[in-house]
């Protein structure tokens, strides 16, 4: 009895230990599809659900409570009767602000070409070097991508090592036909957002999530010694190449962020806040109008 607790405990502690990256939380919609049944949509959904949290996509150790919360919204836009979808998704992540309820988003990117082919009943099979599936590839890009993103919020540049490993299921996708893999095919895809984050000219913008959430956010919740940190990381953000000021990565990351970091610097002094929306305006003059809190009193 006793050794049958004692493996019991090992089993348990070993689990813990060993546990998955992602915290994934799967919604799949299909409003426009009259003809695929609930109980078909609930399986998949499900299939989805337990690729993302029931696979293991480092060799690091992350705590339960460690695991990384992310949220997939795909909705089936069309359905051929078989087993291909054409299909969009909203991919979201969050980290946790240091002794605060507060999490803060990481990632929020629309895909608007998230087509697959499931056979119903089948399993989703993860392969980090071979493509089986686009389902397959979707999933575990976007599983390297919210990982990498979550290192570089607490380590400086700390997720290069899963970028490459997203990269890599690009290279493995590109000969697969299917959009969004290859470079020609549109400038906000995965290629693209993959190219940005590991191109030295947006080493700044990595190095200002590692600033804006490790040395800033994390300090907010004693006092506002993390405020100054982040005024004086969107400074180095001027030596970014301007004409990439639109391009995909510094993109998608400010438009999740504007509306947080307006509500973050408006606790500066006017002329602080003036400079953070000097710096702003120009890093970011797409989201220019969510800034203009900061010239108010």
């Not at 051929?80 to 002794?99: F, K, L, M, W």
Request: hydrophobic share 35%.
């Amino acid at each position: 009895m006793i050794k049958r607790v004692i493996c019991l405990l090992l089993v348990l502690s070993f689990s813990r230990l060993n546990a998955q990256e992602l915290n994934a939380r799967v919604q799949l919609l299909a409003p426009q599809i009259s003809n695929i049944s609930k109980p078909t949509i609930d399986a998949l959904q499900k299939t989805i659900r337990d690729f993302l949290n029931n696979n293991k996509f480092s060799n690091e150790t992350y705590k339960t409570q460690e695991r990384i919360d992310c949220n997939f919204v795909i909705t089936i836009n069309s359905w051929d009767g078989g087993s291909g979808y054409t299909a969009e998704a909203q991919i979201q992540s969050s980290r946790p602000v240091y002794n605060s309820s507060y999490n803060s988003t990481l990632l929020n990117i629309s895909d608007k070409n998230f087509d697959f082919t499931f056979n119903d009943g089948a399993v989703i099979d993860f392969s980090d070097q071979n493509y089986l599936s686009n389902i397959s590839a979707l999933l575990s890009y976007y599983a390297y991508t919210i990982i990498a993103l979550d290192k570089d919020s607490f380590s400086k540049m700390g997720g290069t090592t899963y970028f490459k490993k997203a990269q890599n299921i690009i290279n493995l996708a590109q000969a697969s036909g299917n959009s969004g893999w290859r470079a020609a095919d549109g400038l906000r895809n995965r290629f693209w957002f993959n190219e940005n984050a590991l191109n030295p000219i947006f080493s700044e913008l990595r190095n200002f999530i590692y600033s804006y959430h490790f040395s800033g956010l994390d300090q907010l919740t004693d006092n506002d010694k993390g405020l100054m940190p982040i005024v004086n990381a969107l400074s180095t953000l001027q030596q970014m190449d301007k004409q990439k000021i639109g391009s995909i990565f510094p993109n998608v990351y400010f438009t999740s962020k504007a509306e947080e970091i307006t509500n973050v610097l408006s606790k500066l002094n006017a002329q602080e806040r003036m400079k953070a929306y000097n710096l702003l305006s120009e890093i970011d003059p797409a989201n220019i109008g969510k800034y203009e809190g900061l010239k108010q009193n």
